[in-house]
């Protein structure tokens, strides 16, 4: 079972708050990944962190930003949530990116009303 | 134009059956090649993998890999209700950051 672990798992806000959503991994992977998901579409990469102080922006453009300080912790804030911000949000872990071997978390189901 | 293409569904089959989930890829440059399991509400889990070309079976999952025709499928003997999910190809090959996906192919398997 993967030891990684997302909060909140489901968040509802209002327009022009801010919010940073919680990626936690317990197994010592250097790299970490957020993806967004919404229904029928594919993954898209939004950012990805090689190691701590390394960040780079994914695929996807996404106006959220990350930081990465402890090998164990990847979050992404959002400074001010509109409602094209709602989706699905996954953290996921790696030893080695080439072979594609990820351990997701339960994911954060974001609502911006 | 999307690199991987995938088949949304929904499948519907009954238990018992035999499911064939299938991906094709435009990148040739592609080696490694995975099907994640996602259930409802949860985040997707490493199911199968592949490199190269060839057969891979684990249990009741078997994953192909055709290089040529730029073609990867996942087949599931005898299917049973808790293979209900959605399934997703993915691949990379070396030097790339990380996982290009499918948009899944939701099965449902009726008991």
């Known amino acids: 079972e993967a030891d990684i672990y997302q909060t909140p798992r489901y968040l509802v806000i209002g327009t022009g708050k801010k919010i940073t959503l919680e990626c936690s991994q317990t197994m010592g992977h250097d790299k970490m990944y957020w993806y967004q998901q919404d229904p029928g579409m594919e993954l898209h990469l939004i950012h990805y962190s090689y190691g701590v102080n390394s960040t780079e922006k994914g695929d996807l453009s996404s106006e959220s930003t990350v930081s990465r300080i402890r090998t164990e912790h990847f979050p992404l804030t959002l400074e001010s949530a509109r409602p094209s911000h709602t989706s699905q949000y996954l953290c996921?872990?790696?030893?080695?990116?080439?072979?594609?071997?990820?351990?997701f978390g339960e994911g954060s189901r974001l609502t911006v009303l | 134009q999307k690199e991987v293409e995938q088949d949304p569904g929904p499948l519907s089959v009954p238990e018992g059956a035999i499911v064939s989930l299938n991906c094709t890829y435009s990148n040739s440059a592609f080696q490694y090649f995975m099907w994640y399991r996602q259930y409802s509400r949860k985040g997707p889990e490493l199911l199968m993998y592949?490199?190269?070309?060839g057969n891979k079976e684990d249990g009741r999952f078997t994953a192909q890999v055709d290089k040529s025709s730029k073609y990867i499928s996942l087949f599931i003997r005898d299917s049973q209700p808790s293979d209900s999910a959605t399934y997703l190809c993915a691949m990379i090959y070396t030097g790339r950051r990380a996982l290009t996906f499918g948009s899944g192919t939701r099965l449902q398997v009726q008991p």
């Open positions: 996921a872990s790696s030893v080695g990116a080439s072979t594609g071997e990820l351990f």
């Open positions: 592949t490199y190269s070309s």
